[in-house]
């Protein structure tokens, strides 16, 4: 492998040299740099695939095998070793790129000074090794008619901060050498500072002495892809096509060259894994390498904010790199990010192999912590395994792709529960939907959105988006507050494809409208759902109005409602209890929700065991 510190490189590097000159830059062997960050190529490749290896054969052989301290010590360390191969294929990529985007630049001024050096031939002006350009005598004097002297000219790197001498010289090959002269200065000036700044970077490329890849060294490799990011700006940041619609998206990432995806998934993993018409098997990879980065980010800080995202970043890891039951949907890594309240996609069963697609959006109080990973990934998981029980191929999908309203008392208070976190989390989804449609190999895949308490809000939001949620045929809401619309003819599915499930004890399917709350929202502020349900139903008990518009259960919306559990009543032994608003994805405790969510997003609406409107 020819590597910066190999033969190709390494001489590459050095015709720079401590000062650089025009000379020297004219020797520059990009095709060395370039042929370097191969090498770096095909061996973070290699890594890439040893570490697949180890993660898809080696450790699943093994746990299924192989049962004991012994095994799970083996199973431990093989987990190490994919750790480190998986850094090295980090690294590599940077590495890559790196040394691609120098060379990228540095072809750009040895262009420059070609042609400077073109035009000084072409004149028959002489370039001297200091970078002056002597031009002979041209023109004739004013006095005596004869050409007016030759001279020499010295380039000026930045001519555009010199200060003008006021005279202009006769001879009008002055000038022309002037400019020549000062495009040469450019060219060797900006390309030293090429070399330093990527000099800089490549230094900082290493890893620490060990066997391990501790947190503080994917700190590090977090501030290396920065720092790569920043350099490559011009090499390749402007051809991600942030604002294409996802078809479009699609095609970008198919025209491009096997090297060209490799170097954006390793500088900009962030970016692709979440950029929507990109294949999931490629967003899973970018997310899987950015999920280590942003662990190795947030464990050099110690706020709670870092620490609470942490956890749930590790606990989607832990899961990401268990070993799945014989049958169980393989997971699927379609979006990460710390940004806001936090950001995670996660899908069991490929979207774009599957026949069928739900997607879930959950609400209130939902942010990246160690709860959501352990519990709203468990709804998305128990219902791809009952949607797999009724026939061909599904994927179920959790999605916080928003900052759903945060609720510093739980449920204690619904006044932090606006509309714009789901107008904004709406057209998120939308755009998410959109690039599952485009994606998917089947020539019409059957999609469906479900959205959960506030979640369903949003998912009202996305419909309204122009042209609605695209690809999606069926719509679930669940202990639903109300979607912002009063009819189901309002989310542009058709109201026989509008399903509803509300539990009977489910206070948050019966908040009062805000606007007709009777004691002036006090109870609402002060107690919470519990106090708004009891004076606000007591003051309008016929009323089919809901928190954010008409009850989607209600006969009047017209949605399809389903038969789901009455969940735990409000006031039991315990005291107050909210937990029938939670328990429509439980499979033990709510079967029948579980169950008839998996009909509708297996396409199977017709055997769905139906409920009476309120």
Wanted: aromatic share 6%; proline share 5%.
């Amino acid at each position: 492998m020819s590597g910066p510190g190999g033969p190709g490189g390494l001489s590459a590097l050095r015709a720079l040299g401590a000062t650089l000159t025009w000379a020297k830059l004219r020797e520059v062997k990009c095709a060395e740099l370039e042929e370097a960050a191969d090498g770096w190529g095909r061996a973070g490749n290699r890594a890439d695939a040893a570490r697949d290896r180890i993660d898809t054969q080696l450790v699943d052989d093994l746990s299924r095998t192989q049962k004991g301290e012994a095994a799970e010590a083996a199973v431990r360390r093989l987990r190490r070793l994919s750790m480190n191969f998986q850094y090295i294929y980090t690294e590599c990529g940077l590495l890559r790129t790196t040394l691609n985007s120098l060379a990228h630049e540095m072809k750009a001024q040895q262009r420059v000074l070609q042609g400077a050096l073109d035009d000084a031939a072409a004149l028959k002006f002489t370039v001297h090794p200091d970078g002056s350009v002597t031009y002979p005598a041209a023109g004739e004097g004013l006095v005596d008619g004869k050409p007016l002297a030759g001279g020499r000219a010295s380039g000026v790197p930045n001519p555009g901060l010199a200060d003008p001498s006021g005279l202009v010289a006769p001879n009008p090959n002055a000038v022309k050498a002037q400019d020549i002269a000062d495009r040469l200065a450019q060219a060797v000036r900006t390309a030293a500072d090429v070399d330093w700044r990527y000099a800089k970077i490549l230094r900082a490329l290493k890893a620490e002495d060990g066997l391990g890849v501790p947190a503080a060294t994917w700190a590090d490799a977090a501030g290396d892809a920065a720092a790569v990011r920043q350099a490559a700006s011009g090499y390749l940041a402007q051809g991600i096509p942030h604002d294409a619609s996802p078809a479009e998206r699609k095609a970008w990432w198919a025209g491009l060259t096997d090297e060209q995806r490799e170097e954006y998934l390793a500088v900009y993993p962030d970016q692709i894994g979440n950029l929507d018409g990109i294949p999931a098997l490629v967003r899973d990879a970018a997310n899987r390498d950015n999920l280590q980065l942003l662990m190795g980010k947030l464990a050099g800080r110690d706020d709670e904010d870092a620490v609470t995202k942490l956890a749930a970043l590790r606990e989607i890891d832990r899961q990401l790199r268990a070993v799945r039951e014989p049958g169980e949907a393989p997971m699927y890594l379609l979006g990460i990010g710390d940004q806001g309240n936090g950001r995670a996609i996660v899908s069991y069963g490929n979207p774009d192999t599957s026949r069928n697609v739900a997607a879930y959006v959950p609400g209130l109080n939902t942010s990246l912590d160690e709860g959501f990973a352990r519990d709203d990934l468990k709804r998305a998981r128990d219902l791809a395994i009952a949607s797999n029980r009724h026939g061909e191929s599904a994927a179920a999908i959790t999605w916080l792709g928003y900052d759903a309203p945060q609720s510093p008392d739980g449920w204690g208070t619904l006044a932090v529960a606006g509309a714009g976190r789901a107008e904004e989390g709406g057209r998120s989804f939308s755009g998410f939907m959109g690039g599952l449609a485009a994606t998917n190999e089947h020539a019409n895949p059957h999609m469906t959105a479900i959205g959960h308490s506030y979640g369903s809000r949003t998912v009202g939001a996305a419909t309204q988006q122009e042209g609605g949620i695209p690809g999606v045929d069926d719509i679930v809401f669940v202990g639903s507050p109300g979607v912002g619309v009063d009819s189901a003819d309002d989310l542009g599915v058709g109201r026989e494809h509008v399903f509803v499930g509300a539990a009977s004890n489910d206070i948050v399917t019966k908040l009062p409208a805000k606007e007709k709350f009777a004691v002036g929202g006090a109870g609402l502020l002060a107690g919470g759902p519990a106090a708004a349900y009891v004076f606000g139903g007591l003051a309008d008990p016929g009323d089919d109005d809901v928190w954010f518009g008409r009850d989607p259960a209600s006969e009047s919306f017209g949605a399809r409602r389903f038969e789901v559990g009455d969940g735990p009543p409000l006031v039991g032994r315990g005291g107050l209890s909210v937990d029938a608003h939670s328990e429509y994805f439980n499979p033990v405790a709510d079967k029948s929700s579980v169950n008839n969510m998996a009909l509708i997003a297996t396409g199977r609406s017709h055997l769905v065991r139906a409920e009476e409107s309120r």
